[in-house]
Each structure stands twice: as structure tokens, then as C-alpha cells.
């Protein structure tokens, strides 16, 4: 069981950068999948970036490579999602997530996200 809370969303200009955190508590959370997922007026919610915090190992949308980077620090149960040159259609009301794996990640099981955070809002201007 692990519960998220995100922050530091607001707003931003095109060229600037934000970074988002997602906090985490419960015992098992090094062991999970966090996921970064968004949501814009009228679209689905897609996935955004992704971390294993036991490894490392981070996954990025097409759309963010290069731009954004997820990272972590284990030791205060955060992770983070740094947003370099962001751009308008970054607006997005953006969610963390627990997952066991990040497969769950990779392969849009976004049902398999059992653990989501309230969200926050990222607005991103000319």
C-alpha cells in the first residue's frame, strides 16, 4: 500500500522549466514502478514517464524525450519529473502512480496503476 501526493505544478512559459514531485509513503516503495501520467481538456490520459525506483531504470513518452526527465532520491520516498523547454501542449493536469512493475508502463496498463495521487495542474503559455 502506498499513497502519492504530487506538487509544483503551476504555471510556466514555453522555454522555461518546472519540476513536479510526487511523494510517497508506505514501506514498499522503493520496490515500485512510479509512473507520470497527464491529462488534457478533452483527451486521454496518457503516460508521460516512468521509474523503477530499485533500479533506476526510467522510460520517457516520445513526446518528452529529450525535455523531461524523471528521477528519484529514494531516500526521502520522492520521486521527480523535471520539465525543461515545456511547451503549450504540455498543459495537462499531471498524476503520479504506483505500479509493481513498469511494464505496466510500457505496455498502456494504466489499470494496473492501483495507487494514484490527487494530481497537479501544469500550465504552460507562449
Known amino acids: 500500500q502506498v499513497q502519492l501526493v504530487e506538487s509544483g505544478g503551476g504555471s510556466v512559459q514555453a522555454g522555461g522549466s518546472l519540476r513536479l514531485s510526487c511523494a510517497a509513503s508506505g514501506s514498499a516503495y522503493s520496490a515500485m514502478c512510479i509512473g507520470w501520467f497527464r491529462q488534457a481538456p478533452g483527451k486521454e490520459r496518457e503516460g508521460v514517464a516512468a521509474?523503477?525506483?530499485?533500479?533506476?531504470?526510467?522510460y520517457y513518452a516520445d513526446s518528452v524525450k529529450g525535455r523531461f526527465t524523471v528521477s528519484q532520491d529514494n531516500a526521502k520516498n520522492t520521486v521527480y519529473l523535471q520539465m525543461n523547454s515545456p511547451k503549450p501542449e504540455d498543459t495537462a493536469i499531471y498524476y503520479c502512480?504506483?505500479?509493481?512493475?513498469?511494464?505496466?508502463?510500457?505496455?498502456?496498463?494504466?489499470?494496473?496503476?492501483?495507487?494514484w495521487g490527487q494530481g497537479t495542474q501544469v500550465t504552460v503559455s507562449s
Open positions: 521509474i523503477y525506483a530499485a533500479r533506476f531504470t526510467t
Open positions: 502512480a504506483a505500479a509493481r512493475s513498469c511494464m505496466s508502463w510500457v505496455s498502456h496498463r494504466n489499470y494496473e496503476f492501483n495507487h
